[in-house]
């Protein structure tokens, strides 16, 4: 299934934009609480971390991370690999989650392009969080996820990898296949792929760049399978049956982004939010794959 090229500097600008975007908000200074003991940790307790800053907290009621995480089988000890984390909206539950538990979190950041200062200083930024507080976060091992990226970690030693609300960046670059790849090679067979993403009408046809940011279910799937992955479940919990996805500025009108105008131009002060404020988040897919126990010869 080929996909159209695009230049490395057009990858670099929605690489950065993205990572920053992709949570709906700038990295933040964050306060130092101490995580909870080992044998206390779990998810809820992850999520209710007193480490989450306020308006990440306010979108749980959308992204509804203690049942997504629990579908897609994140577990105590495990090792998770989390593809392009942002501002570390999920990395804030996860690496204190790993930490206490004696798992691992690999952090598939975007590939840092040196003429790129913006690509830089998203990578910079999500170290500094990491490093201000060791004491919560662990040792997150930080990779790599982009066009020519090697591995996002050792080669079959991963429980979970995760792909969340990202994969239409990949479709707009045209890296989708490597990521759905640099999976497979990182998952333990029997290992779990997990996808949150915006989910298009059924029925229509799949713009492989993903511009308006929606993407097909069957199409997710399709990729999924070309990879060597089964689906093995799928979940509605974080469907939005409001999402009329006929937005003037695609999925980003909606919350948390409401851009206002088209990407790169300014805010425009006189569009009404309102009714895109009703609709909420998007409405999204919530996909479990596996990685074949036993591989074809």
């Given at each position: 299934m080929p996909r159209p090229a695009s230049s490395l500097s057009r990858r670099s600008v929605l690489f950065a934009a993205a990572a920053l975007g992709a949570c709906g908000r700038e990295p933040?200074?964050?306060?130092?609480?101490?995580?909870?003991?080992?044998?206390?940790?779990?998810?809820?307790?992850?999520?209710?971390?007193?480490?989450?800053?306020?308006?990440?907290?306010?979108?749980?009621?959308?992204?509804?991370?203690?049942?997504?995480?629990?579908?897609?089988?994140?577990?105590?000890?495990?090792?998770?690999?989390?593809?392009?984390?942002?501002?570390?909206?999920?990395?804030?539950?996860?690496?204190?989650?790993?930490?206490?538990?004696?798992?691992?979190?690999?952090?598939?950041?975007?590939?840092?392009?040196?003429?790129d200062p913006a690509s830089v200083a998203v990578i910079d930024a999500y170290r500094r969080k990491l490093a201000d507080n060791p004491r919560l976060y662990g040792q997150v091992e930080i990779t790599a996820f982009g066009p020519t990226s090697g591995p996002v970690a050792p080669a079959g030693s991963?429980?979970?990898?995760?792909?969340?609300?990202?994969?239409?960046?990949?479709?707009?670059?045209?890296?989708?296949?490597k990521a759905f790849r640099d999976a497979f090679a990182a998952l333990k067979p029997g290992g779990i792929l997990g996808?949150?993403?915006?989910?298009?009408?059924?029925?229509?046809?799949?713009?492989?760049?993903?511009?308006?940011?929606?993407?097909?279910?069957?199409?997710?799937?399709?990729?999924?399978?070309?990879?060597?992955?089964?689906?093995?479940?799928?979940?509605e919990i974080n469907a939005n049956p409001k999402d009329t996805k006929d937005h003037p500025f695609g999925v980003w009108t909606l919350p948390p982004v409401r851009r206002s105008s088209p990407r790169g131009q300014p805010d425009d002060p006189a569009f009404d939010h309102a009714k895109y404020d009703a609709i909420g988040e998007s409405d999204r897919m919530t996909l479990r794959f596996a990685k074949p126990v036993a591989t074809q010869p």
């Open positions: 933040a200074a964050q306060p130092k609480a101490a995580p909870q003991a080992a044998e206390g940790m779990t998810l809820e307790q992850a999520v209710a971390g007193a480490w989450r800053l306020p308006a990440d907290k306010a979108r749980d009621a959308w992204r509804h991370p203690v049942e997504s995480l629990k579908f897609w089988g994140v577990a105590p000890g495990q090792t998770v690999v989390e593809f392009w984390p942002g501002a570390g909206w999920y990395t804030d539950i996860l690496a204190p989650f790993l930490a206490q538990t004696g798992g691992k979190l690999y952090a598939a950041n975007l590939q840092p392009d040196p003429a991963a429980d979970v990898v995760l792909f969340l609300r990202n994969l239409h960046n990949w479709m707009a670059a045209g890296i989708a296949e996808i949150e993403e915006h989910r298009a009408n059924v029925g229509g046809v799949q713009d492989v760049l993903a511009a308006d940011g929606y993407v097909q279910q069957a199409y997710v799937t399709q990729l999924a399978q070309e990879a060597g992955f089964t689906l093995a479940a799928a979940s």
